[in-house]
């Protein structure tokens, strides 16, 4: 007796920007069980670039065309622009269709929630897509967290930096509240999130947020101060306008410490063109590998070299496949989404009032 092989599931992807196009694409059509079926963008240029990229895929210039044919999908990706996160997602949920959010899933931890609500109602998974969980510096550092490497981990030090002296305009760097934007809401809640992931819920925020940059509208230079339950504290940097860029990670514990320069390959190969395969996908050269020990400066060569454990964002959307399948357990859900929106709206009153803000 043969067994029949399932379907892959019908994926509709709203938005077809950087997002869309650089990540969620590239990776759903990368996943075993996945198709990407429809790619739901009004602008002309970007509907011939998926067709390009996507031959077989259908396109529509509004996501409403997406929910009258609810039922010839399987899932909806929501990759528009931030303020669209909420009632684009809402209405996938009402139609049925289980969602994966882009971060930040909302504006609120309210919004958040009630979006979490919702799905639970409905019984349908909502994910949130924060893929930097799966970075390879990420990655090796929770493995060296879990295996006792560092002892009692006392100050995490992250930072996502960049040099962008000049304002590139855009709905992500607009001063519009409504439009969710500045680097608070945006890279703010991927160290945000792994912080939390690493050191579980916090209790205190502190942060300074200004505006550096002429003509720049929105926070581009951010720093946070977390106090977690267990008395970690983690000291997160979020830029675009760092001249010298610091170490991507900082760990210092009661064993050793552990430092890491640079960035992840994962971004640069897909923006590159690059797809997710077996040979070598995530893999950083030695060069670039981390040094842990005590009492020796990195920068001259102190400490012993971490192999970089190679980063695998093609693991998020596995995982999407595997709970909408099996059952298996959300990848990244509302709820934790919610927790580090807390934190992000704490800082934003933090860093407005000068005061630190208890949760």
């Given amino acids: 007796m043969t067994s029949t092989p399932l379907r892959d599931l019908r994926v509709g992807l709203i938005g077809y920007g950087l997002?869309?196009?650089?990540?969620?694409?590239?990776?759903?059509?990368a996943t075993e069980g996945l198709t990407l079926d429809t790619v739901v963008t009004s602008n002309e240029e970007r509907q011939a670039q998926a067709r390009e990229e996507f031959?077989?895929?259908r396109l529509a210039a509004d996501a409403g065309d997406l929910f009258t044919r609810a039922g010839e999908l399987d899932l909806v990706v929501v990759a528009s622009p931030n303020k669209t996160h909420v009632p684009l997602a809402t209405a996938a949920l009402e139609a049925g269709l289980p969602v994966v959010v882009d971060k930040p899933v909302a504006g609120t931890a309210a919004e958040a929630r009630g979006l979490a609500a919702l799905a639970e109602e409905r019984g349908l998974l909502l994910s949130v897509f924060q893929n930097r969980r799966w970075d390879n510096d990420f990655l090796t550092l929770r493995a060296l967290v879990e295996q006792g490497e560092l002892g009692d981990v006392w100050r995490f030090e992250s930072r996502f930096e960049r040099w962008r002296p000049k304002p590139k305009g855009g709905w992500r760097e607009s001063g519009d509240p409504a439009e969710i934007g500045g680097l608070l809401y945006d890279l703010g809640s991927h160290v945000v999130d792994q912080a939390l992931v690493l050191f579980g819920p916090a209790t205190q925020v502190y942060a300074e947020s200004v505006v550096r940059r002429p003509g720049a509208e929105a926070d581009d230079d951010t720093f946070l101060a977390l106090t977690h339950a267990n008395g970690v504290r983690s000291h997160l940097y979020v830029s675009s306008t760092a001249a010298q860029l610091g170490p991507r990670l900082r760990v210092l514990g009661s064993r050793a410490g552990y430092v890491k320069y640079g960035l992840d390959?994962?971004?640069a190969a897909l923006r590159e063109g690059a797809r997710p395969g077996p040979d070598g996908w995530g893999v950083?050269?030695?060069s670039l590998w981390g040094r842990i020990g005590a009492g020796e400066s990195p920068v001259s060569g102190g400490g012993s070299p971490v192999p970089t454990l190679p980063g695998d964002y093609p693991a998020y959307y596995a995982a999407v496949a595997a709970a909408l399948r099996e059952g298996a357990p959300n990848p990244v859900t509302a709820h934790e989404a919610a927790a580090a929106l807390d934190v992000l709206e704490a800082a934003r009153r933090s860093a407005r009032d000068g005061v630190a803000v208890r949760l």
């Fill in 19 to 29: 997002a869309g196009s650089v990540f969620h694409a590239p990776l759903i059509a």
């Fill in 55 to 57: 031959p077989d895929v």
């Fill in 265 to 267: 390959p994962q971004e």
């Fill in 284 to 286: 950083e050269e030695e």
